[in-house]
């Protein structure tokens, strides 16, 4: 049986551990061990935990800020509402599903302000999704496909806080499940598309 790669095995580990454990008790001394690997072999690969971290969303977690990248370089292409749809279905399960990562940082201020700290030396954080899709929208305003009065920033901050919060507010009603992620997207996009597309056939 062939054995995966220090980097794979490591970002593996890592992501379990942050999932069981939270990101705050997930020491790279654990990770490593988990990993099979020295601590410093896990060094060799990334600069810190934070770094670690950053790896195991983009790398393991439905890729929203690939998306995004692509959609900054290439507005035009798609309906503003198909990629609109996809975004807030992709960024609608990367919440999901780094929630429960770092939501252990919170109950720890000192390590939190440490972690933010890092991640800004990175610039990285969870700041840079609004960012890019700000940019999404700005580049869609650029070519006329969204109204030149829309507010951009605050378009994206509603997308993406809506896809976040569904990520913990359906926890304690009765089912305990969250809305179903494709009508969820689609239902968000056709309210968001009312505030800020320029009316078109195709949209």
Known sequence: METKPARVRILDAAHELM????????????IAKAAGCSEAALYKYFDSKEELFVR??????????????????????????????????QAALFY????????????ETQ?????????????SGPHTPIQDLDAYLRAEQAIGRVRADADTFAAASLLLGACAQRAFAYDATESGERPPVDEFAARLTQTLLGGISVAEPSE
């Open 111 to 123: 390590l939190k302000r440490r972690h933010d700290d890092a991640l800004r030396k990175i610039g």
């Open 19 to 30: 999932l069981t454990v939270g990101l705050a008790r997930a020491t790279t001394k654990e």
């Open 96 to 107: 999901e599903q780094s929630f429960p990562i770092a939501a252990s940082l919170y109950a």
């Open 56 to 89: 195991v969303l983009s790398e393991r977690l439905p890729r929203l800020m690939p998306l995004l990248t692509s959609l900054v370089t290439e507005p035009g292409q798609g309906t503003l509402r198909e990629n609109l749809t996809r975004i807030a279905r």
